[in-house]
């Protein structure tokens, strides 16, 4: 499968945007999907996952309340749609897919087999 990522961009605190992340080769419903980012100096951190089959969401504490993962099965899509953005949510975004018979945690990056090309997330104070 190959993902694309797109919709960062430059955004004021307090402002919002969606990440989207499309799949092709495969579809999405043979994978689990996550969002991770990673920014200046820090390593690659989790942020949010979604189970493609059953809908079911996890969330980095960090993002809890302001970040919203979904999926849009015709477009074989999924969204991150960011609210309340603080400067500590500036990053590189990567969009990553595992194999859905993983059981377990899906926050781990170890887990994520593919990967989009991340977007930038730059969020001014």
């Not at 309340?84 to 969009?95: R, T, W």
Request: a positive charge; aromatic letters at 12%.
């Amino acid at each position: 499968v190959q993902l694309q990522a797109s919709g960062g961009g430059l955004v004021q605190t307090g402002g919002s945007l969606r990440l989207s992340c499309a799949a092709s080769g495969d579809t999405f419903g043979n994978y689990g999907a996550g969002w991770f980012r990673q920014a200046p100096g820090k390593e690659r951190e989790f942020v949010a996952a979604i189970r493609w089959m059953t809908g079911s969401t996890l969330y980095a504490d960090s993002v809890k309340g302001r970040f919203t993962i979904s999926r849009d099965r015709a477009k074989n899509t999924v969204h991150l749609q960011m609210n309340s953005l603080k400067p500590d949510d500036m990053a590189v975004y990567y969009c990553a897919a595992r194999p859905r018979w993983l059981v377990g945690g899906m926050n781990k990056a170890n887990d994520y087999e593919f990967w989009g090309q991340g977007t930038l997330v730059t969020v001014s104070s």
